[in-house]
């Protein structure tokens, strides 16, 4: 069983920065990829980046490419996403998942926060 608690959201202008972090409690938090996804008002959940569990493979949507930066700290069992040059289009809640291995879809992630909201204003 792996607890995420994702925190860092907040309200930002467009052209900022900010970053989120989960925290996953249980020895095990090393064995699991960890992802990050978004949901905007009325819209289905999305693939934000994911990295693996040594964190030799990232992947990130096209949507933030350039832009955000996952990275993982296995010591403190806490994965980061640093979101920068934001866009009003970022605003959504942002969770954090654990998969087995590396991947993009939703199916693949067993274990999820609760989210953090991000609002991006223009």
């Known amino acids: 069983q792996v607890q995420l608690i994702e925190s860092g959201g907040g309200l930002v202008q467009a052209g900022g920065s900010l970053r989120l972090s989960c925290a996953g409690s249980?020895?095990?938090?090393?064995?699991?990829?960890m992802g990050w996804f978004r949901q905007a008002p009325g819209a289905e959940r999305e693939f934000v980046a994911v990295i693996s569990r040594s964190g030799s493979s990232i992947y990130y949507a096209d949507s933030v490419k350039g832009r955000f930066t996952i990275s993982r700290d296995s010591a403190k069992n806490t994965v980061y996403l640093q979101m920068n040059s934001l866009k009003p289009e970022d605003t959504a809640v942002y969770y954090c998942?654990?998969?087995?291995?590396?991947?993009?879809?939703?199916?693949?992630?067993?274990?999820w926060g609760q989210g953090t909201q991000v609002t991006v204003s223009s």
């Open positions: 249980g020895r095990t938090f090393s064995r699991y990829a």
């Open positions: 998942a654990a998969a087995p291995s590396t991947a993009v879809g939703l199916p693949a992630y067993d274990y």
